[in-house]
Every structure is written in structure tokens, then in C-alpha cells.
């Protein structure tokens, strides 16, 4: 192994390897992951309901409920646009607030209110609304509260919204799918095209060639997870244990991917492993997302051993728990790193030194 | 009068401003051999490529079996073989597949792949796959392939690089079969001794022209320097003398030679095409 | 159209596809693994909030549990509902006064004591403050000073809402047709990356014979394994042959995408790139399968939407053929100029 020629390699995969497919990686595969995380995963899981109004009086109902966490405002421009909103789905009700919707309740009087309603809004999300809106026309119209509430907070979790809490698993779906994708594509075209045997038999040895192409892939799926964190502004509170969990992830990433390249011997076939490792790769998100799933299942994934200390370093509870998956995850990369090697050997048509000793005893 | 197999007609091409082909003209009659030879970059692959349809004709008529291949492509595709000179062959597959897979596409019926395998010395490994074959027994098969057909015009582009002096000289030896078959050869090779051998004619092309095109006994005669060479013995040591032929003084320095020194062998010598291509073009047809 | 040179390509095709059986292999298992995932997915939706209740003398059951969206637990001692709130088995505990409707009776204001664990959210909370003070108004009798004229739009599932693995089946189909798009479009670049193209073009076969050999076989391909999914799940039991029609569409929709991937790449490396990134532009619309209302009007351009719209409303609203046309007629319109588009490029290329 000799690291000059190893840099020599690397060089020739960033500056002269297949420029279209790394800038596509590096840069227009996070903006995009970010984006698809940034449209829908917070929405999907968020306990908010939506709340449409349109407001044709200017009443302090908008403010209040601006105000209200339990609930998403959106104002539309008409009743139009709102009842097209409810039945697209956009929000789960809509209300259209009269001209003297404030007077009225302040004089005592009752207010009819039009409101359209999701079919497919939940009825937690039902309740919620309509016991906010309940709560703040009470405040309006000045009534009494007829209770106090206390509010207690138990245990030492902190509370984090559902955006931050996904976004280090958009980290890491973002490193995996770059560093795994980029030194097994590289490999398996070069093995195409037969260039790998042509630097084989120059002074760069397979192992050179092998840890510049995992370098590549590493380096690249690294470069993405920081643009990403970056966008995003969701470096936590410890963002060196964060960078340091996205370098050993992409570590992980660059060998499972330097693995199926050497295995793999045409693209197709990394195309169908790809559609079904792409579930077992981001099996600990899926398990995260859907706690009622039974959540042993995590252990079998390999990638969860580096997804579960990123969301405790992001959300400030790492603790023993959190050394001790990252330990497995190292463990995990010297595995693969040791597989590699007899791979490489085998590639190389080497003979590992137990079947010499076999052979010197068998004559 | 026997209908010439390839007309070719004022044939140009460019790609993009270079001009790869410069208004060439050339005729090649049924079941004749015609070689194509010329330095890397001199426009034969180019030729090549317009003549079996590979590139769009730009310039020029091309007529092959008298169809002209701008309106009548398709019907002469199906009567003609190309033996590429890069191996392109489906590597995961048999030897004996990828043959069937040519026959079928040329609608062959009762194809025997055996046959066409063992004439060009791979019996015995027609169900290997390719990806397992070497240079040599895949520039074999590629050859194989281009006989699927028993084309009428054959094009093979150096049917014998990278085989070695006995299998390329059996392969020379089918080409040979496939003349006397009816079939009209197109050659296009570096091998100046296997034009020699081989070809009916030869045409030099440099820099995208003809330069010169005839019988390589004319273009010898026409170009070439014919001599004697002489092998002395002079004070125990072997010398050599070269003797220029056809030439006024040529039988009083035969008289001198054998009559004052102790003469051991005598050759007669003929130009070679190398040499005949470098008087012609001012270039080495190899470098 | 010559039928003898396509089928002569296709079954070509096929033969190095089963040389490769580690291909096949990855295909199945990787069918078998969204069908598992979709049965392992909770098979109900759960739309309610759970709450633990400590409510000594006092029955809940007038109050909170006739709450639409309110699942109670009664717990019988508040240790007990503190310790399950702090292990989050409940995110709220509610603990209800002995002497809280005495006061209410009296007109004296009564402190309720809301238990949420350290992780719960903020909007969590604001909807149980809401939830209490509704309840306290109703016991009190207060007038309410809202009367609702309700409109349900769209069909009310309340009670019955869409699991979420159902929600996931057409974002599952479109993750099964998208790995076809690449695959498609390899078998084209790998045939122009080793130079068969060449050879093959210098036959009878023409380039349309070539590319319509590789548009049936992607077609095929993709259209089987996604047929084969939807049966195994139950998705044809609605409106089977509609659905059908709809796959299969569906199927030359990615096969013109891979098509235009072809023309775009030069090497598997360039399918990889390009692939990935239309991939991903092509799963967005599938968001909108999962979160309704999620994506605005421009997500339409995407013309994945209309194939994830139409396998949505199929299986989960029991739409039919006729309201559903208009999509097929989209993706065809798709299909039609992605194919165009490559199948140009490809002839550029090659004559």
C-alpha cells in the first residue's frame, strides 16, 4: 500500500473520474433530498392540525390562533380557494370568519360559522381544532375559564419538533446512498471497461486502487451530509460528534459499496440491489418513523448502529447506549474492511497464506 | 460484362470541418479482393463505416450489388458481413449463441454453428462464454460471425490482428475459400505482406484520397526498384552487395562481381509495398 | 416492423438476464421485501389522542372519553399516572380534582394538573389545554358561542380512516417502477458501451428494431413485477382491469424515461447519475400519496403524479375507469415524448 500512489489515484477519480456523476452527487442530490424531507417528512408526522381561514373582517381570531401551537394557520384569499384547500387535503378544516364575527361575540351574540371539514381528517385533529376554536372565541367574547390548568413536566427528554428530529436520518440516507452508490458504480464500470486490470499491472497495487475509490466515496457522501446540515442549519448542540458520526457513516457507506463492486460484475444488478438494499438500508428510519413496529428489528440493520447515536447527538441525549452503538458500528467497518481485503486477495488471484501452509502440508 | 460488386463514386465525408474522406472513386468486381491500406487517421475506417451503412453518405454514390445504399440499405445489409476490427461481441454469452443470434437476425435457416466454429479453429469451445475466450479466439469468432450469412461482400477490418502466425494464416486461407465461394472481399489491413498475399488489388489511402490503386505486381513494377542482392566472401567474412536491375550498367557490374570476388548467394529482390507506399505518399504505412 | 428481429433481440435479452442469477435473485428479494413490509405495517390508523386519566371520585366517562378523537385510560392511583406518563406510555396525564365540580358548582375556578412527559411537543400541549378547557365548558354548561355549519368534503372517513401501508402502496409501486427506469436505460447504454449496437446495425436489424426490442422487454420487466406486487397485496381487488391498464401504462411511462436516460448517458456511470437524480425527481409526487395536500399545483408537471394520483384513487377511493381516463391519457402523453425525445437522441447517434 503505498499512500502517495493512493492520493495519485484519487486525484485521477476527482478531477478526471466521471465529473457529471459527482457533481450530481455532491450537489444536486442533497438539495434534492432536502427538499423531498423538507416537503413532506415533518408534515407527515407532526401532530399538528391544519387550519384554513378566510378572514373577511379582520378578526383577532387570526391572531390568537397564529399563536396557537396545537394548530397550523393558512390563510386563503377566498372561500373558494379555501374549500378547494379542505378538498385537496392542504388543511383539515376551513373557516370563513363573517365581517362581524369579533362585534358579534363581544355583544353576547351567537355566530353562525361556515366550515368545511377534510373527510379524511383525523378525528384527533377534529377534536383539537374545534376545541381551539372553542377555547379562543371564549376569549373573545370574555368568558370565564371555569379551571386552571397546571402543567407538569415529567422526565429529562427534551422536546423536539419532528423536522430536527428527521434530519439526521436525511443526513444519513443522504451519505449511504452517495458513498454506497459511488465507489461500487466506479468499480463495476471500470471492471466494464477493463481498466481496472490496466491499472492493476502498474506500480498501484488493487489495495491503492480500492481505498482511492472508497476515499472518493467517502469524501463525496461527507461533502453531501455537511451541504445538507448546512442547508439545513441542524448541526445540534455537538457538531463535532455530529461530523464525526457522518465520517464513520460514510466510511461504512464507501465499504458496504466497495464490497458489492467488487462483487457485482455489471450495473444491473447494482440497480436490483439497490431497490431492496435501499430498504434495508434505511430499515431504521422506516422503524423509526412507525414506532409500532417492533423495534428489535433495528438491530439487524447494520445501519442503525450509526443512525441511532446521529439522532442521540442531535437531540443532546447521547449517553452510554450511544458509545456503545458507535462501538459496533467500528466493529462493523473493521468486519468489512477485513472482508474486503481476502476479496482484494481473490481479486488479485493471490493465495492467502492458510492455503499455502495447506498445500506445503498436504505434499 | 461481369457487374462490379462495389461502385463507390466521388465519395466524401467531414466530420464536423475535418474532412475524413476527399472525393475517392473506386470500383471492386465480383469475387475480387480488394485491399485498403493506410496509416491510422487516413480515412479507411471512415470508408468503411459509409460503405455498410454505419455512417449517413454525405457525398458522393455508393453502389453495392447494384443497389444504391442511400434508398436500398436495408436489402444490401442483409447481403453483406463485417468483421469489426474491436471485438464486440456479447461476452456472456457462447460462442455458438452469438452466432445463432446473427443467424436469426439474418433469418438463416438450419444454421450450423458447429460447422462455422470448427472452420475457424474453435471447435471444442463453442459453449464457453466469450468473457473466458482469448484475444485470439475472439478475433476467430468475430471473423466467424461475418461468415454467418455466406455474404456476397465481405468487409473485414484487420481479420487477423492479434492472432498469431498460425491461426492468422488459416484465417487467411478461409478468406481465400470465401473468393472462391463467389463472395467479393473488402480488406482493410496494416499487413503489407498479407495484401501481398492476399489481395486482388490494393488501394493506398492518405489524408483521406487514393493515392495509388492497382494490382501489387503493377504498383511494383510501376514504383518499385528491382535488384540482386549479392553475398560475398571477402577475407572469411560474409559481405553483402546490391546490384540494381534494369539498368544499363546492371550486366557489366553482374560480370565484375562474379568474376573478382568469390560470390556465395544470389537473390533477387522486389520493393516491397511499405516501400512502394512511402514513394507514393511520402509515409510510413506503419510506424 | 419486422416481429422475427424484435423477439430475436428480446430472447437474447433474456438469455443474458438468466446467465445473470444473481440479478434475479436481488429482483425477487427485493419484491419480496416491500410485500413484507407492506404486511408488517399497522394494518388501522390510529386517530386518536391517548390521555391518562386520574379522576378520583368522579366519572369521566360524560366528559373526556365522549370526546371524538380522545382515547381515556383511567389510571387508579397518580403515582401510577405519573410513572406511565414519565415512561412515555402516555404522552399527557390528566389529574382531575376530588372537589372539581363542587367548585365548578359554586362557581369557583378548580386546578386541573396536566402531567406531559419531557418529550412531548409543544402543539401537543396547546391541543390538551384546548381539550380540558372544552370539557371544563361543557360540565359547566357554558353557552357556546359558535354555531358550525359543517361541510364534510370528499368522502368522510372518520372511523375508517386509510392505514398508512395503503397510503405507502402506490409510493411502493412508483419505488418498483423507478428501479425499472434504470435498468431500462442500461440495456441500452451497455449494448452502445461494449459496441454491440455496431454490430447488430450492420444487419437486417435497424435501430428502431433495437430500441422496440428493448421498449417491450423494459416494458415486460417492469410491468411484472409490479403486477406481481399489487396481487400479492390485495391492490386488484378494486377495479382490477382498470388497475391493470393503469400498470401497465405506468410501465411505458418509465420506459420512455429510461429511454431518455439512454440518450443522455454515455457509460453506466453517466445511467447511474442521471438515473438517481430523475429517480428522485420521480418519487416526489409520492409524498403527495402519503401527506394529501401536500404538494401544490406544480407537482403535477411531475409526471409521476398523475401514476401515483391514479393508483391512490384507484385502491384507497375506489375511483373508477372514467375518472380516471384523463390521467392515463397524461402519461401516455409523457410516455410518448420522453420516448420521442431519446429515441431521436439514439438516432443522431447512430444514423
Request: hydrophobic share 45%.
Amino acid at each position: 500500500m503505498n499512500i502517495k500512489r493512493i492520493f495519485t489515484l484519487l486525484g485521477k477519480e476527482l478531477l478526471h473520474g466521471p465529473r457529471g456523476f459527482i457533481l450530481t452527487m455532491t450537489i444536486a442530490a442533497p438539495l434534492l433530498i432536502t427538499l423531498v424531507v423538507n416537503l413532506a417528512l415533518g408534515d407527515l408526522f407532526t401532530s399538528t392540525a391544519k387550519l384554513g381561514v378566510y378572514d373577511e373582517g379582520q378578526s383577532q381570531l387570526v391572531s390568537l390562533l397564529e399563536n396557537a401551537a396545537q394548530v397550523r394557520l393558512l390563510q386563503y384569499q377566498s372561500p373558494d380557494t379555501l374549500r378547494d384547500a379542505v378538498s385537496r387535503g392542504a388543511t383539515d378544516y376551513g373557516i370563513v370568519l363573517p365581517p362581524d364575527f369579533d362585534s358579534s361575540l363581544e355583544s353576547g351574540q351567537k355566530v353562525a360559522l361556515t366550515v368545511y371539514v377534510w373527510g379524511e381528517s383525523l378525528a384527533k385533529d377534529r377534536t383539537i381544532i374545534t376545541a381551539t376554536l372553542l377555547e379562543l372565541t371564549n376569549q373573545i367574547s370574555s368568558q370565564t375559564e371555569p379551571i386552571i390548568l397546571e402543567s407538569v413536566t415529567l422526565g429529562d427528554q427534551k422536546s423536539v419538533p419532528w423536522s430536527q428530529r428527521l434530519m439526521p436520518l436525511t443526513v444519513m440516507m443522504a451519505v449511504f446512498f452517495g458513498g454506497l452508490m459511488i465507489p461500487a458504480a466506479s468499480l463495476i464500470d471500470e471492471k466494464q471497461k477493463r481498466t481496472l486490470q490496466a491499472l492493476a499491472v502498474t506500480p498501484a497495487s488493487l489495495p491503492d486502487i480500492f481505498i482511492a475509490k472508497g476515499m472518493m466515496g467517502a469524501i463525496l457522501s461527507i461533502a453531501m451530509g455537511v451541504i445538507i446540515l448546512l442547508i439545513n442549519q441542524a448541526w445540534g448542540e455537538s457538531p463535532l460528534l455530529l461530523f464525526g458520526m457522518v465520517v464513520l457513516g460514510a466510511i461504512l457507506a464507501a465499504e458496504i459499496g466497495l464490497v458489492l463492486g467488487t462483487l457485482i460484475n455489471e450495473i444491473n444488478t447494482l440497480f436490483a440491489v439497490w431497490k431492496f438494499g435501499g430498504l434495508v438500508l434505511f430499515g431504521p428510519a422506516i422503524l423509526y418513523m412507525f414506532p409500532e413496529l417492533p423495534q428489535w428489528l433495528n438491530y439487524i440493520f447494520p445501519t442503525y448502529y450509526v443512525t441511532g447515536p446521529i439522532m442521540d447527538i442531535s437531540l443532546g441525549t447521547q449517553g452510554s447506549q450511544t458509545l456503545l452503538q458507535a462501538g459496533v458500528a467500528i466493529f462493523i467497518v473493521f468486519v468489512l474492511a477485513v472482508l474486503l481485503s481476502r476479496l482484494i486477495n481473490r481479486l488479485s488471484g493471490e493465495v492467502p497464506q492458510h492455503s499455502l501452509k495447506e498445500a506445503e502440508t498436504v505434499s | 460484362m461481369k457487374q462490379d460488386a462495389i461502385v463507390v463514386e466521388n465519395l466524401s465525408y467531414h466530420y464536423g470541418k475535418i474532412l475524413a474522406v476527399d472525393n475517392i472513386s473506386f470500383h471492386v468486381g465480383k469475387q475480387e479482393i480488394l485491399g485498403f491500406l493506410g496509416p491510422n487517421g487516413a480515412g479507411k475506417s471512415t470508408t468503411v463505416k459509409i460503405l455498410t451503412g454505419q455512417l449517413r453518405l454525405q457525398e458522393g454514390r455508393v453502389s453495392l450489388l447494384g443497389m444504391d445504399i442511400s434508398k436500398e440499405l436495408e436489402k444490401v445489409q442483409a447481403r453483406i458481413g463485417v468483421c469489426f476490427e474491436q471485438p464486440n461481441l456479447y461476452e456472456q454469452m457462447t460462442a455458438l449463441e452469438n452466432l445463432q443470434l446473427f443467424a436469426r437476425l439474418f433469418n438463416i435457416k438450419n444454421f450450423d454453428g458447429y460447422a462455422l466454429l470448427k472452420k475457424v479453429g474453435l471447435d471444442g469451445r463453442e459453449k464457453d462464454r466469450v468473457a473466458n475466450y482469448s484475444k485470439g479466439m475472439k478475433q476467430r469468432l468475430m471473423v466467424a460471425r461475418a461468415f454467418v450469412n455466406q455474404a456476397e461482400i465481405l468487409f473485414l477490418d484487420e481479420p487477423t490482428s492479434g492472432l498469431d502466425p498460425v491461426s492468422a494464416d488459416s484465417i487467411r486461407n478461409l478468406i481465400l475459400q470465401e473468393r472462391e465461394r463467389g463472395a467479393t472481399i473488402f480488406l482493410t489491413t496494416h499487413d503489407m505482406w498479407e495484401a501481398d498475399k492476399l489481395c486482388n488489388r490494393v488501394a493506398f489511402l492518405n489524408q483521406g484520397k487514393i493515392a495509388a490503386l492497382d494490382t501489387p505486381h503493377t504498383l511494383k513494377q510501376q514504383y518499385g526498384q528491382r535488384s540482386l542482392l549479392v553475398e560475398i566472401s571477402h577475407d572469411g567474412q560474409l559481405e553483402e552487395r546490391i546490384i540494381t536491375l534494369d539498368k544499363s550498367e546492371t550486366p557489366d557490374k553482374v560480370r565484375e562481381l562474379l568474376s573478382h570476388e568469390k560470390v556465395v548467394t544470389v537473390h533477387s529482390q522486389e520493393a516491397t509495398l511499405e516501400d512502394i507506399f512511402l514513394k507514393v505518399t511520402g509515409r510510413r504505412l506503419t510506424v | 416492423m419486422n416481429a422475427r428481429l424484435i423477439l430475436t433481440l428480446i430472447k437474447k435479452d433474456l438469455t443474458l438476464f438468466s446467465r445473470n442469477q444473481f440479478y434475479f435473485v436481488m429482483t425477487i428479494v427485493g419484491l419480496v421485501l416491500y410485500i413484507a413490509l407492506y404486511f408488517v405495517m399497522p394494518q388501522t390508523l390510529d386517530e386518536n389522542i391517548k390521555l391518562g386519566v386520574y379522576t378520583p371520585g368522579i366519572q369521566t366517562g360524560s366528559s373526556l372519553a365522549g370526546i371524538q378523537g380522545v382515547e381515556v385510560q383511567p389510571f387508579t392511583s397518580l403515582d401510577e399516572l405519573k410513572d406511565a406518563v414519565k415512561k412515555n406510555e402516555y404522552p399527557v396525564g390528566i389529574a382531575l380534582p376530588e372537589d372539581l365540580l363542587n367548585k365548578i358548582a359554586t362557581g369557583e375556578q378548580a386546578v386541573v394538573t396536566v402531567y406531559y412527559s419531557a418529550s412531548t411537543p409543544d402543539e401537543m400541549k396547546g391541543a390538551i389545554n384546548a381539550l380540558i378547557n372544552q370539557m371544563a365548558y361543557f360540565i359547566t354548561g357554558q353557552d357556546i358561542p359558535l354555531v358550525m355549519q359543517t361541510e364534510i368534503l370528499g368522502p368522510d372517513l372518520l372511523g375508517t380512516q386509510i392505514p398508512w401501508r395503503d397510503r405507502l402502496v402506490p409510493m411502493m409501486a412508483v419505488l418498483i417502477l423507478g428501479t425499472e427506469i434504470l435498468s431500462l436505460a442500461s440495456l441500452i447504454s451497455t449494448e452502445i458501451e461494449q459496441d454491440t449496437v455496431r454490430a447488430l446495425l450492420v444487419t437486417p436489424l435497424k435501430l428502431r428494431h433495437l430500441l422496440s426490442a428493448k421498449a417491450l422487454l423494459g416494458i415486460g420487466l417492469a410491468f411484472i413485477q409490479v403486477v406481481l406486487f399489487m396481487t400479492v397485496i390485495g391492490g386488484l381487488t378494486h377495479e382490477p382491469a382498470t388497475m391493470i391498464l393503469g400498470l401497465f401504462v405506468g410501465s411505458i411511462l418509465v420506459t420512455g424515461l429510461g429511454f431518455l436516460i439512454a440518450s443522455m448517458a454515455h457509460d453506466s456511470m453517466g445511467v447511474t447519475s442521471w438515473g438517481m437524480i430523475l429517480f428522485i425527481v420521480f418519487f416526489i409526487p409520492a409524498i403527495g400519496g402519503m401527506v394529501p395536500g401536500i404538494l401544490s399545483d406544480w407537482a403535477k408537471v411531475i409526471p409521476s403524479y398523475y401514476l401515483i394520483d391514479f393508483v391512490s384513487r384507484l385502491s384507497n377511493y375506489g375511483a373508477t375507469f372514467s375518472e380516471l381516463s384523463g390521467n392515463l391519457m397524461i402519461m401516455l402523453g409523457w410516455s410518448a415524448v420522453f420516448g420521442v425525445t431519446g429515441t431521436l437522441a439514439l438516432r443522431r447517434r447512430y444514423r
